[in-house]
């Protein structure tokens, strides 16, 4: 049987036909394994819900979460600052790549939410990008 090109190099070389041929299956192989694990992850980015920032959690970014389909922050009654619980959260958003839909201030209140603030200044500092939704 005539061997083909990309392996009588290899022959020359003093391999066998058949540790030739397993040669090229495990690079073929490898190769199968790194095209999966990058479509996985390509897939995994994908299934990665945004989350919704703003004000009045309750009235406002709750609903507009659910009807995005998005993710929000939910405090648990734990011992720590709250504050740097929130900001710990929106850090490991932005780590995971998330997209973060912000629906902007509650336009009812005069006094801004120290955590939507903080928020705001997290992402600002890491120069993120945020889709705004407006007021």
Do not use: C, H
Request: aromatic letters at 6%; charged letters at 35%.
């Amino acid at each position: 049987m005539p061997r083909p090109a990309a392996t009588a190099g290899i022959f020359a070389g003093g391999l066998s036909e058949t540790a030739a041929k397993g040669a090229m299956a495990g690079a073929v192989a490898v190769t199968e394994a790194v095209a999966r694990r990058a479509a996985k992850n390509a897939d995994e980015m994908a299934a990665k819900r945004p989350i919704a920032i703003g004000e009045n959690m309750k009235d406002r970014v709750i609903p507009t979460a659910t009807e995005l389909n998005a993710d929000y922050y939910k405090p648990r009654r734990t011992i720590g600052d709250p504050l740097r619980k929130n900001e710990r959260w929106i850090d490991d958003k932005m780590r995971e790549g998330r997209e973060i839909i912000d629906i902007g201030p509650d336009p009812k209140k005069a006094q801004r939410s120290v955590f939507y603030e903080a928020e705001k200044k997290r992402t600002y500092r890491r120069d993120y990008p945020v889709t705004g939704m407006g007021n």
